[in-house]
């Protein structure tokens, strides 16, 4: 790669590494494996950095691209390295992906929003990612997905609707 190439890809990796993370940050449970899959999502774009074409998407665009491939990839191998059964495993709940302490928020959320994130389905769970983790817009997502406009406004809508009511439902005192 050539001096200005090496410099381009530094741009971006200063420029969007953050969006990166956050949307691992939404998706995973722990910093270790955000970090881990940040690394490999930008080895991956470093080598394919020749290739990648501005005028098809924006850095971000085609970074989380990667990151999503590279993270379907991460879950199927997950999967099919379990087979060992949990209560064979010492320390099964570190394999289940809890925190020690769970008062303890590991990316840096609140338990409070990493529990009610954990009740969405994959798909809201994914839209949200890289909506707010990572800062896409409604078109860049629907680009990405290949889903209409109005249905990642659809899908984001619902999705704030019921995080908000998971929030609020467990900050409610309970009745005495």
Same mark, same amino acid.
Request: no cysteine; charged share 25%.
């Given at each position: 790669? %050539?001096?200005?190439?090496? !410099?381009?890809?530094?741009?971006?990796?200063?420029?969007?590494?953050?969006?990166?993370?956050?949307?691992?940050?939404?998706?995973?449970?722990?910093?270790? #494996?955000? #970090?881990?899959?940040?690394?490999?999502?930008?080895?991956? !774009?470093?080598?394919?950095?020749?290739?990648?074409?501005?005028?098809?998407?924006?850095?971000?665009?085609?970074?989380? /691209?990667? $990151?999503? %491939?590279?993270?379907?990839?991460?879950?199927?191998?997950?999967?099919?390295?379990?087979?060992?059964?949990?209560? #064979?495993?010492?320390? /099964?709940?570190?394999? &289940?992906?809890? $925190?020690?302490?769970?008062? #303890?928020?590991?990316?840096?959320?609140?338990?409070?929003?990493?529990?009610?994130?954990?009740? &969405?389905p994959d798909r809201q769970r994914e839209i949200l990612a890289l909506r707010f983790g990572g800062?896409?817009?409604?078109?860049?997502?629907?680009?990405?997905?290949?889903?209409?406009?109005? %249905?990642?406004?659809?899908?984001?809508?619902?999705?704030?609707?019921?995080?908000?009511?998971?929030?609020? !439902?467990? !900050?409610?005192?309970?009745?005495?």
């Amino acid at each position: 790669m %050539n001096r200005e190439a090496t !410099a381009a890809f530094a741009q971006v990796y200063d420029d969007e590494v953050w969006s990166v993370y956050g949307f691992f940050g939404y998706r995973v449970r722990s910093r270790e #494996e955000a #970090e881990d899959l940040t690394q490999l999502t930008f080895e991956r !774009a470093l080598r394919s950095w020749g290739r990648f074409d501005p005028d098809r998407a924006s850095p971000r665009t085609w970074l989380l /691209a990667i $990151a999503r %491939n590279l993270l379907i990839d991460h879950y199927r191998s997950d999967r099919s390295s379990r087979q060992d059964s949990l209560a #064979e495993l010492e320390g /099964a709940e570190s394999v &289940l992906g809890h $925190a020690a302490d769970p008062t #303890e928020s590991v990316l840096g959320v609140s338990p409070e929003l990493e529990a009610a994130l954990a009740t &969405l389905p994959d798909r809201q769970r994914e839209i949200l990612a890289l909506r707010f983790g990572g800062d896409l817009t409604g078109p860049e997502i629907a680009e990405l997905t290949g889903l209409s406009l109005a %249905n990642v406004q659809q899908i984001l809508s619902r999705s704030l609707r019921q995080l908000r009511a998971n929030l609020d !439902a467990e !900050a409610a005192p309970e009745p005495s």
